[in-house]
T-cell receptor, first 114, second 114 residues
C-alpha cells in the first residue's frame, strides 16, 4: 500500500526564519514519483516540484529546497528566509509506476507572521 | 485561459438536493479525476476515468456518481446531498504517456450543504 505522512499539522514562524516541512512516504513500488503542492488561502493547488525515485539529487529553486532521501523514505521541503506570502497549506504526494493514483498527505499549514 | 476549469466555483445547497459539478479541460489529457478536500484530511480520490468509456471508483465514492461526457468533460453528481459532503472539490487531469502521472488541478469548487 502507498501512504504519505506529514506529521506536522501546523507550523508557525516569524518572517525570515527558515522552516522545514517533513514528508515521509511508504511504497512497494521500485519506481515512484514524489510531488509537493502549495495551497494558498485562495484555495487553488499550485504545483511546486516533482521528483522520481531514481533522482536523489537535492533541488534548489530560489528560497525553496527539497531533500530527497530514499534511505529514510523522506522528501522534505525547506523554505529559507520565509515570507508572509509563504503562508499556505503544503501537500506532499506520491504516485507509483504501477499505480495511476496520486496519494496525498494530510498537509501542513504554514503560517508566517510579520 | 485556464487549462482545467470547474463550474460552479461556489455552491450552497440544501440537504436532499441533486447537485452537479462540472469539469472541463483543454489540455487534451485522457485521464480525469475528482477529489474532495476536508480540513486535516488532505485530498481523497472520489472517482477517476482513464478514457470516455472507463470509470473507476476511488477511495470515497459512496454518495457520488460521475459522467464522462467527452474526453474534455467529467462531471460529478451528488444525487441527494447531505451536510457531510460539504467540502472543497477538485478536478484534475493527467496524460497517460507521462511517467510521473503528474496531475493538473482545476481551481476547486467550494460546496456547502445546509
Amino acid at each position: 500500500a502507498q501512504k504519505v505522512t506529514q506529521a506536522q499539522t501546523e507550523i508557525s514562524v516569524v518572517e525570515k526564519e527558515d522552516v522545514t516541512l517533513d514528508c515521509v512516504y511508504e511504497t512497494r513500488d521500485t519506481t515512484y514519483y514524489l510531488f509537493w503542492y502549495k495551497q494558498p488561502p485562495s484555495g487553488e493547488l499550485v504545483f511546486l516540484i516533482r521528483r522520481n525515485s531514481f533522482d536523489e539529487q537535492n533541488e534548489i529553486s530560489g528560497r525553496y529546497s527539497w531533500n530527497f532521501q530514499k534511505s529514510t523514505s523522506s522528501f522534505n521541503f525547506t523554505i529559507t528566509a520565509s515570507q508572509v506570502v509563504d503562508s499556505a497549506v503544503y501537500f506532499c504526494a506520491l504516485s507509483g509506476r504501477n499505480t495511476d493514483k496520486l496519494i496525498f498527505g494530510t498537509g501542513t499549514r504554514l503560517q508566517v507572521f510579520p | 485561459d485556464a487549462d482545467v476549469t470547474q463550474t460552479p466555483r461556489n455552491r450552497i445547497t440544501k440537504t436532499g438536493k441533486r447537485i452537479m459539478l462540472e469539469c472541463s479541460q483543454t489540455k487534451g489529457h485522457d485521464r480525469m479525476y475528482w477529489y474532495r478536500q476536508d480540513p486535516g484530511l488532505g485530498l481523497r480520490l472520489i472517482y477517476y476515468s482513464f478514457d470516455v468509456k472507463d470509470i473507476n471508483k476511488g477511495e470515497i465514492s459512496d454518495g457520488y456518481s460521475v459522467s464522462r461526457q467527452a474526453q474534455a468533460k467529467f462531471s460529478l453528481s451528488l444525487e441527494s446531498a447531505i451536510p457531510n459532503q460539504t467540502a472543497l472539490y477538485f478536478c484534475a487531469t493527467s496524460d497517460r504517456t507521462d511517467l510521473y502521472n503528474e496531475q493538473f488541478f482545476g481551481p476547486g469548487t467550494r460546496l456547502t450543504v445546509l
